[in-house]
Protein backbone atom coordinates (compact mmCIF):
# COMPACT_ATOMS: atom_id res chain seq x y z
CA UNK A 1 0.00 0.00 0.00
CA UNK A 2 1.76 3.44 -1.20
CA UNK A 3 2.57 5.98 1.62
CA UNK A 4 -1.11 7.95 0.29
CA UNK A 5 -3.28 5.42 1.23
CA UNK A 6 -6.06 5.67 3.39
CA UNK A 7 -6.10 3.98 7.20
CA UNK A 8 -8.15 0.91 7.20
CA UNK A 9 -8.87 -2.00 9.73
CA UNK A 10 -6.83 -5.11 9.34
CA UNK A 11 -6.57 -8.53 10.75
CA UNK A 12 -10.44 -8.44 12.17
CA UNK A 13 -12.28 -11.13 13.73
CA UNK A 14 -14.91 -12.93 11.41
CA UNK A 15 -17.60 -10.65 13.79
CA UNK A 16 -15.93 -7.61 13.13
CA UNK A 17 -15.44 -7.89 9.87
CA UNK A 18 -19.42 -9.28 9.39
CA UNK A 19 -20.50 -6.08 11.56
CA UNK A 20 -18.20 -3.13 9.39
CA UNK A 21 -19.14 -5.08 6.22
CA UNK A 22 -23.36 -4.80 7.27
CA UNK A 23 -23.29 -1.25 8.49
CA UNK A 24 -21.16 -0.01 5.34
CA UNK A 25 -23.71 -1.97 3.52
CA UNK A 26 -26.76 -0.20 5.38
CA UNK A 27 -26.46 3.02 3.43
CA UNK A 28 -26.39 1.32 0.00
CA UNK A 29 -29.70 -0.07 0.42
CA UNK A 30 -31.12 -0.70 -3.00
CA UNK A 31 -34.94 0.47 -4.27
CA UNK A 32 -38.14 -1.13 -5.10
CA UNK A 33 -39.62 -2.26 -8.70
CA UNK A 34 -43.12 -3.87 -9.61
CA UNK A 35 -42.86 -6.85 -10.99
CA UNK A 36 -45.68 -9.36 -12.42
CA UNK A 37 -46.48 -11.97 -9.75
CA UNK A 38 -45.34 -14.78 -11.99
CA UNK A 39 -41.61 -13.20 -11.56
CA UNK A 40 -41.25 -12.80 -8.29
CA UNK A 41 -41.11 -16.46 -6.48
CA UNK A 42 -37.75 -16.05 -4.84
CA UNK A 43 -37.52 -11.68 -4.93
CA UNK A 44 -37.74 -9.84 -1.67
CA UNK A 45 -40.98 -8.27 -0.47
CA UNK A 46 -40.83 -4.07 -0.39
CA UNK A 47 -43.80 -3.36 1.25
CA UNK A 48 -45.82 -4.68 4.19
CA UNK A 49 -48.83 -6.89 2.75
CA UNK A 50 -52.24 -6.55 4.45
CA UNK A 51 -55.09 -8.90 3.94
CA UNK A 52 -57.50 -6.27 1.83
CA UNK A 53 -60.49 -8.75 2.80
CA UNK A 54 -61.70 -11.94 4.44
CA UNK A 55 -60.30 -14.87 3.02
CA UNK A 56 -62.40 -16.80 2.47
CA UNK A 57 -64.52 -14.41 1.71
CA UNK A 58 -67.86 -16.40 2.54
CA UNK A 59 -68.20 -19.33 4.45
CA UNK A 60 -68.41 -22.48 2.28
CA UNK A 61 -67.85 -26.31 2.57
CA UNK A 62 -65.01 -28.17 3.15
CA UNK A 63 -66.34 -31.58 1.74
CA UNK A 64 -67.77 -32.55 -0.90
CA UNK A 65 -71.56 -34.07 0.72
CA UNK A 66 -74.68 -32.34 2.18
CA UNK A 67 -75.17 -28.72 3.55
CA UNK A 68 -78.07 -28.82 6.53
CA UNK A 69 -79.25 -27.42 9.92
CA UNK A 70 -77.27 -28.62 12.72
CA UNK A 71 -80.01 -28.03 15.07
CA UNK A 72 -82.33 -30.88 12.63
CA UNK A 73 -79.90 -33.97 13.72
CA UNK A 74 -80.61 -36.26 15.73
CA UNK A 75 -78.14 -37.22 18.45
CA UNK A 76 -78.40 -40.81 18.86
CA UNK A 77 -80.39 -41.96 15.84
CA UNK A 78 -80.04 -41.60 11.83
CA UNK A 79 -81.68 -37.97 11.07
CA UNK A 80 -83.74 -38.45 7.25
CA UNK A 81 -83.92 -35.18 5.35
CA UNK A 82 -85.43 -34.10 2.29
CA UNK A 83 -82.87 -33.29 -1.02
CA UNK A 84 -83.70 -29.57 -2.00
CA UNK A 85 -80.79 -28.88 -4.09
CA UNK A 86 -77.43 -28.41 -5.54
CA UNK A 87 -74.89 -25.82 -5.03
CA UNK A 88 -71.43 -26.10 -6.90
CA UNK A 89 -68.04 -24.33 -6.29
CA UNK A 90 -68.98 -20.79 -8.45
CA UNK A 91 -72.51 -21.55 -8.48
CA UNK A 92 -74.96 -18.76 -8.73
CA UNK A 93 -78.28 -20.44 -7.48
CA UNK A 94 -77.84 -20.90 -4.01
CA UNK A 95 -80.96 -22.32 -2.36
CA UNK A 96 -81.97 -21.87 1.62
CA UNK A 97 -81.72 -24.49 3.69
CA UNK A 98 -85.48 -24.80 5.46
CA UNK A 99 -85.92 -26.75 8.76
CA UNK A 100 -85.28 -31.01 7.52
CA UNK A 101 -84.07 -30.34 4.35
CA UNK A 102 -80.55 -30.61 3.12
CA UNK A 103 -78.99 -29.74 -0.32
CA UNK A 104 -76.10 -31.62 -2.33
CA UNK A 105 -72.90 -29.61 -1.93
CA UNK A 106 -69.34 -29.56 -3.06
CA UNK A 107 -66.09 -28.53 -1.43
CA UNK A 108 -65.67 -24.80 -2.08
CA UNK A 109 -69.01 -23.95 -2.46
CA UNK A 110 -70.69 -21.22 -0.38
CA UNK A 111 -72.87 -22.43 2.42
CA UNK A 112 -76.28 -21.62 1.59
CA UNK A 113 -78.32 -19.64 3.65
CA UNK A 114 -79.76 -21.52 6.69
CA UNK A 115 -77.03 -24.29 6.50
CA UNK A 116 -74.50 -24.49 9.30
CA UNK A 117 -73.02 -27.74 9.38
CA UNK A 118 -71.63 -30.14 5.97
CA UNK A 119 -71.78 -33.97 6.27
CA UNK A 120 -69.68 -36.11 4.19
CA UNK A 121 -70.87 -37.96 1.66
CA UNK A 122 -69.44 -40.98 3.22
CA UNK A 123 -71.60 -40.56 6.44
CA UNK A 124 -75.02 -40.64 4.95
CA UNK A 125 -77.25 -43.04 2.24
CA UNK A 126 -79.53 -42.12 -0.21
CA UNK A 127 -83.02 -43.46 -0.02
CA UNK A 128 -85.12 -41.68 -3.24
CA UNK A 129 -85.39 -37.73 -2.46
CA UNK A 130 -84.21 -38.61 1.19
CA UNK A 131 -80.78 -38.15 2.67
CA UNK A 132 -80.68 -40.53 5.43
CA UNK A 133 -77.69 -38.87 7.80
CA UNK A 134 -75.73 -41.25 9.84
CA UNK A 135 -76.12 -40.96 14.07
CA UNK A 136 -73.93 -38.97 16.14
CA UNK A 137 -72.78 -36.69 13.40
CA UNK A 138 -72.05 -33.19 14.88
CA UNK A 139 -73.22 -30.31 14.24
CA UNK A 140 -70.97 -27.18 13.13
CA UNK A 141 -68.82 -30.25 11.06
CA UNK A 142 -66.46 -29.51 7.66
CA UNK A 143 -67.69 -25.82 7.35
CA UNK A 144 -65.37 -23.43 6.61
CA UNK A 145 -66.32 -19.68 7.97
CA UNK A 146 -65.82 -16.39 6.43
CA UNK A 147 -62.34 -15.24 7.18
CA UNK A 148 -60.71 -18.69 8.51
CA UNK A 149 -57.62 -17.67 6.76
CA UNK A 150 -57.19 -13.75 6.73
CA UNK A 151 -59.33 -11.34 8.49
CA UNK A 152 -59.97 -7.78 6.67
CA UNK A 153 -56.40 -5.81 7.72
CA UNK A 154 -54.21 -8.81 9.04
CA UNK A 155 -50.70 -8.93 8.32
CA UNK A 156 -50.28 -11.30 6.30
CA UNK A 157 -46.46 -10.88 4.58
CA UNK A 158 -43.74 -8.54 5.96
CA UNK A 159 -41.61 -6.44 3.94
CA UNK A 160 -38.14 -8.13 3.80
CA UNK A 161 -39.82 -11.86 3.22
CA UNK A 162 -38.10 -13.62 0.34
CA UNK A 163 -41.53 -14.80 -1.60
CA UNK A 164 -42.45 -18.49 -1.69
CA UNK A 165 -44.35 -20.61 -3.75
CA UNK A 166 -47.25 -20.45 -0.91
CA UNK A 167 -47.22 -16.63 -0.22
CA UNK A 168 -47.37 -15.96 -3.72
CA UNK A 169 -50.44 -17.96 -3.84
CA UNK A 170 -51.65 -15.57 -0.74
CA UNK A 171 -50.53 -12.36 -2.87
CA UNK A 172 -52.97 -14.14 -5.65
CA UNK A 173 -55.59 -14.49 -3.37
CA UNK A 174 -55.75 -11.43 -2.50
CA UNK A 175 -56.26 -10.20 -5.76
CA UNK A 176 -53.03 -8.93 -6.51
CA UNK A 177 -51.33 -9.54 -10.02
CA UNK A 178 -48.29 -7.51 -9.64
CA UNK A 179 -46.35 -6.63 -6.24
CA UNK A 180 -43.49 -4.12 -4.82
CA UNK A 181 -40.30 -6.22 -4.63
CA UNK A 182 -36.86 -4.88 -3.83
CA UNK A 183 -34.85 -4.42 -6.88
CA UNK A 184 -32.16 -7.18 -7.28
CA UNK A 185 -28.67 -5.56 -6.96
CA UNK A 186 -26.51 -5.28 -10.11
CA UNK A 187 -23.19 -7.15 -9.76
CA UNK A 188 -19.87 -7.16 -11.73
CA UNK A 189 -17.79 -10.25 -11.36
CA UNK A 190 -13.74 -10.00 -11.94
CA UNK A 191 -11.55 -12.92 -12.29
CA UNK A 192 -8.07 -12.80 -12.07
CA UNK A 193 -5.06 -14.77 -12.72
CA UNK A 194 -2.85 -15.37 -15.47
CA UNK A 195 -3.12 -18.94 -15.55
CA UNK A 196 -6.83 -18.80 -15.93
CA UNK A 197 -8.42 -20.46 -19.08
CA UNK A 198 -12.39 -20.37 -19.75
CA UNK A 199 -13.76 -23.58 -19.91
CA UNK A 200 -14.04 -25.63 -23.29
CA UNK A 201 -10.23 -24.24 -23.87
CA UNK A 202 -7.14 -26.32 -24.21
CA UNK A 203 -4.88 -25.94 -20.73
CA UNK A 204 -1.61 -24.79 -21.24
CA UNK A 205 1.28 -25.61 -18.87
CA UNK A 206 0.75 -23.81 -15.36
CA UNK A 207 -2.95 -23.17 -16.71
CA UNK A 208 -6.42 -23.97 -14.93
CA UNK A 209 -10.04 -23.38 -15.46
CA UNK A 210 -11.81 -20.60 -14.75
CA UNK A 211 -14.03 -22.02 -12.28
CA UNK A 212 -14.02 -18.90 -9.88
CA UNK A 213 -16.54 -17.57 -12.62
CA UNK A 214 -18.70 -20.04 -12.23
CA UNK A 215 -18.94 -20.63 -8.57
CA UNK A 216 -18.92 -17.15 -7.17
CA UNK A 217 -21.40 -16.16 -10.76
CA UNK A 218 -24.17 -18.61 -9.56
CA UNK A 219 -23.57 -17.49 -5.94
CA UNK A 220 -24.53 -14.14 -6.68
CA UNK A 221 -27.61 -15.92 -8.73
CA UNK A 222 -28.51 -17.62 -5.98
CA UNK A 223 -28.32 -14.83 -3.55
CA UNK A 224 -30.99 -12.38 -5.65
CA UNK A 225 -27.72 -10.41 -8.06
CA UNK A 226 -28.66 -9.33 -11.02
CA UNK A 227 -24.80 -10.40 -13.13
CA UNK A 228 -24.20 -7.64 -15.46
CA UNK A 229 -21.24 -9.28 -16.70
CA UNK A 230 -18.05 -11.09 -15.97
CA UNK A 231 -14.09 -10.22 -17.13
CA UNK A 232 -11.47 -12.44 -17.23
CA UNK A 233 -8.44 -10.29 -16.08
CA UNK A 234 -4.88 -11.08 -16.59
CA UNK A 235 -2.50 -9.64 -13.70
CA UNK A 236 -1.87 -6.16 -15.07
CA UNK A 237 -2.18 -2.86 -12.73
CA UNK A 238 -3.38 -1.03 -15.72
CA UNK A 239 -5.74 -3.51 -16.80
CA UNK A 240 -7.00 -4.00 -13.37
CA UNK A 241 -7.38 -0.51 -12.57
CA UNK A 242 -9.54 0.23 -15.66
CA UNK A 243 -12.02 -2.68 -15.00
CA UNK A 244 -12.39 -1.45 -11.40
CA UNK A 245 -13.18 1.71 -12.05
CA UNK A 246 -15.28 0.36 -15.52
CA UNK A 247 -17.33 -2.03 -13.01
CA UNK A 248 -17.95 0.34 -10.69
CA UNK A 249 -19.37 3.04 -13.42
CA UNK A 250 -22.21 -0.34 -14.12
CA UNK A 251 -22.73 -1.80 -10.48
CA UNK A 252 -24.14 -1.67 -7.06
CA UNK A 253 -21.45 -4.59 -6.35
CA UNK A 254 -18.58 -5.87 -7.74
CA UNK A 255 -16.79 -9.04 -6.81
CA UNK A 256 -13.82 -9.87 -7.73
CA UNK A 257 -11.47 -13.38 -6.82
CA UNK A 258 -7.42 -13.80 -6.83
CA UNK A 259 -5.00 -10.80 -6.46
CA UNK A 260 -5.62 -10.02 -2.69
CA UNK A 261 -2.62 -11.59 -0.75
CA UNK A 262 0.77 -10.20 -0.17
CA UNK A 263 2.07 -11.68 -3.42
CA UNK A 264 4.27 -9.70 -6.17
CA UNK A 265 1.03 -10.31 -8.53
CA UNK A 266 -1.38 -9.55 -5.86
CA UNK A 267 -2.81 -5.71 -6.60
CA UNK A 268 -5.92 -5.01 -5.82
CA UNK A 269 -5.40 -3.93 -2.46
CA UNK A 270 -3.12 -1.10 -3.66
CA UNK A 271 -5.02 -0.47 -6.89
CA UNK A 272 -8.44 -0.30 -4.77
CA UNK A 273 -6.77 1.97 -2.28
CA UNK A 274 -6.29 4.40 -5.58
CA UNK A 275 -9.29 4.43 -7.58
CA UNK A 276 -11.78 4.29 -4.20
CA UNK A 277 -11.13 3.19 -0.91
CA UNK A 278 -10.49 0.08 1.33
CA UNK A 279 -12.67 -0.04 4.58
CA UNK A 280 -10.95 -3.63 5.47
CA UNK A 281 -7.93 -6.36 4.71
CA UNK A 282 -7.40 -9.51 6.42
CA UNK A 283 -9.82 -11.12 8.55
CA UNK A 284 -8.77 -14.34 10.64
CA UNK A 285 -10.22 -16.85 9.05
CA UNK A 286 -9.43 -20.16 7.75
CA UNK A 287 -10.27 -20.33 4.82
CA UNK A 288 -10.43 -16.55 3.32
CA UNK A 289 -7.78 -14.96 5.36
CA UNK A 290 -6.79 -12.16 2.66
CA UNK A 291 -10.07 -11.07 1.94
CA UNK A 292 -10.54 -7.26 1.14
CA UNK A 293 -13.77 -4.88 1.05
CA UNK A 294 -13.44 -1.15 0.04
CA UNK A 295 -15.53 1.03 -2.11
CA UNK A 296 -15.41 2.97 -5.54
CA UNK A 297 -18.01 5.89 -5.31
CA UNK A 298 -21.28 4.43 -4.65
CA UNK A 299 -20.20 0.67 -5.58
CA UNK A 300 -19.22 -1.31 -2.94
CA UNK A 301 -16.34 -3.80 -3.86
CA UNK A 302 -15.90 -7.39 -2.19
CA UNK A 303 -12.43 -8.87 -2.94
CA UNK A 304 -12.32 -12.64 -2.43
CA UNK A 305 -9.16 -15.14 -2.57
CA UNK A 306 -8.42 -16.75 -5.83
CA UNK A 307 -8.76 -20.33 -4.37
CA UNK A 308 -12.16 -21.83 -4.94
CA UNK A 309 -12.94 -23.08 -1.16
CA UNK A 310 -11.74 -19.62 -0.02
CA UNK A 311 -13.89 -17.47 -2.43
CA UNK A 312 -17.34 -20.01 -1.70
CA UNK A 313 -16.33 -19.22 2.25
CA UNK A 314 -15.74 -15.62 2.25
CA UNK A 315 -18.95 -15.20 -0.46
CA UNK A 316 -21.07 -17.13 2.81
CA UNK A 317 -19.11 -15.53 5.36
CA UNK A 318 -18.97 -11.91 4.59
CA UNK A 319 -20.77 -10.84 1.05
CA UNK A 320 -23.81 -12.88 1.63
CA UNK A 321 -24.65 -10.56 5.13
CA UNK A 322 -23.98 -7.31 3.18
CA UNK A 323 -26.65 -8.67 -0.08
CA UNK A 324 -29.14 -9.23 2.91
CA UNK A 325 -28.85 -5.88 4.39
CA UNK A 326 -28.86 -4.08 1.10
CA UNK A 327 -31.94 -5.83 -0.16
CA UNK A 328 -33.84 -5.75 3.32
CA UNK A 329 -33.73 -9.34 3.38
CA UNK A 330 -35.68 -10.86 6.72
CA UNK A 331 -34.54 -14.40 5.89
CA UNK A 332 -31.09 -14.79 6.99
CA UNK A 333 -28.63 -17.66 6.22
CA UNK A 334 -29.44 -20.97 8.25
CA UNK A 335 -27.07 -21.67 11.43
CA UNK A 336 -27.86 -24.84 13.19
CA UNK A 337 -25.84 -26.58 15.83
CA UNK A 338 -24.84 -30.57 15.12
CA UNK A 339 -22.39 -33.02 16.77
CA UNK A 340 -19.51 -33.88 15.56
CA UNK A 341 -19.33 -37.46 13.97
CA UNK A 342 -15.64 -37.29 13.84
CA UNK A 343 -12.76 -35.80 16.38
CA UNK A 344 -11.05 -32.67 14.75
CA UNK A 345 -8.11 -30.91 16.38
CA UNK A 346 -7.67 -27.19 15.51
CA UNK A 347 -4.04 -25.74 16.39
CA UNK A 348 -4.71 -22.04 15.16
CA UNK A 349 -6.63 -19.11 16.16
CA UNK A 350 -8.40 -18.19 13.38
CA UNK A 351 -12.65 -19.47 12.59
CA UNK A 352 -12.09 -22.26 10.40
CA UNK A 353 -14.87 -23.79 8.15
CA UNK A 354 -14.91 -26.91 7.38
CA UNK A 355 -16.45 -28.65 4.98
CA UNK A 356 -19.43 -31.01 6.14
CA UNK A 357 -22.19 -33.15 5.81
CA UNK A 358 -25.21 -33.32 7.53
CA UNK A 359 -27.37 -36.39 8.67
CA UNK A 360 -30.03 -36.09 11.31
CA UNK A 361 -30.26 -39.56 13.16
CA UNK A 362 -33.41 -41.87 14.20
CA UNK A 363 -33.55 -39.71 17.47
CA UNK A 364 -33.25 -36.48 15.60
CA UNK A 365 -30.00 -35.55 16.25
CA UNK A 366 -28.27 -33.45 13.65
CA UNK A 367 -24.30 -34.79 13.51
CA UNK A 368 -21.65 -33.33 11.06
CA UNK A 369 -18.85 -35.31 9.45
CA UNK A 370 -16.23 -33.07 8.24
CA UNK A 371 -15.25 -34.46 4.79
CA UNK A 372 -11.80 -35.51 3.67
CA UNK A 373 -10.98 -33.26 1.08
CA UNK A 374 -10.57 -29.91 3.45
CA UNK A 375 -7.65 -27.74 1.52
CA UNK A 376 -8.41 -24.23 -0.06
CA UNK A 377 -7.59 -25.28 -3.47
CA UNK A 378 -10.47 -28.64 -3.36
CA UNK A 379 -13.38 -27.84 -4.86
CA UNK A 380 -14.41 -31.67 -4.02
CA UNK A 381 -14.32 -30.51 -0.47
CA UNK A 382 -17.67 -28.07 -1.40
CA UNK A 383 -19.02 -29.98 -4.38
CA UNK A 384 -20.11 -33.08 -1.73
CA UNK A 385 -20.37 -30.82 1.65
CA UNK A 386 -24.17 -29.96 2.37
CA UNK A 387 -22.62 -27.66 5.62
CA UNK A 388 -20.19 -26.20 7.25
CA UNK A 389 -17.96 -26.44 10.52
CA UNK A 390 -17.67 -23.24 12.12
CA UNK A 391 -14.87 -23.35 14.53
CA UNK A 392 -14.30 -20.50 16.70
CA UNK A 393 -10.73 -18.82 17.15
CA UNK A 394 -9.68 -21.23 20.39
CA UNK A 395 -7.09 -23.62 19.14
CA UNK A 396 -8.86 -26.43 20.61
CA UNK A 397 -9.41 -30.49 20.28
CA UNK A 398 -12.83 -31.56 19.54
CA UNK A 399 -14.05 -34.58 20.79
CA UNK A 400 -16.81 -37.06 18.74
CA UNK A 401 -20.17 -35.59 20.15
CA UNK A 402 -18.94 -32.11 20.59
CA UNK A 403 -21.39 -29.94 19.75
CA UNK A 404 -20.19 -27.26 17.15
CA UNK A 405 -22.15 -24.20 14.85
CA UNK A 406 -23.07 -25.18 11.13
CA UNK A 407 -23.83 -22.86 8.26
CA UNK A 408 -25.67 -24.98 6.00
CA UNK A 409 -25.06 -24.21 2.49
CA UNK A 410 -27.52 -22.89 -0.21
CA UNK A 411 -30.37 -25.95 -1.19
CA UNK A 412 -29.39 -27.83 2.00
CA UNK A 413 -33.02 -29.13 2.95
Known amino acids: ?7 FATGLSLADARARITSIAADHIVGNESIALESALGRVLADDVVAPFDVP ?3 NSAMDGY ?14 LRLIGTILAGGTEIPRVEPNTCVRITTGAPLPEGADTVVMKEDSRIDGDVIVIAAATRPGANMRPAGEDYRSGDLALNAGTELTPAQLGVLASFGHSRV ?3 RRPRAVLLTTGDELVAPGRVLGYGQIHDSNRYSLGALLEQHGVE ?3 HERLRDDPSALREALARAADDADIVVSSGGVSAGEADYLPRLLAEVGRVHLWKVRIKPGMPFLFGGIGRTLVF ?3 GNPVSGVATFLALVRPALDVMTRRRTHSMTLRARLAKPVRKAHTRVEFLRAVLICDESG ?3 ATPLQKQGSGQLRGVAEADA ?6 TAQEYAVGTVVEVLALPGWA
Request: glycine fraction near 4%; charged fraction near 15%.
Open 227 to 229: LAR
Open 67 to 80: ALRGADLVADAETP
Open 180 to 182: AVV
Open 57 to 59: GFA
Open 365 to 367: SLH
Open 1 to 7: MHADAPA
Open 388 to 393: LIMLPE
Open 303 to 305: SLP
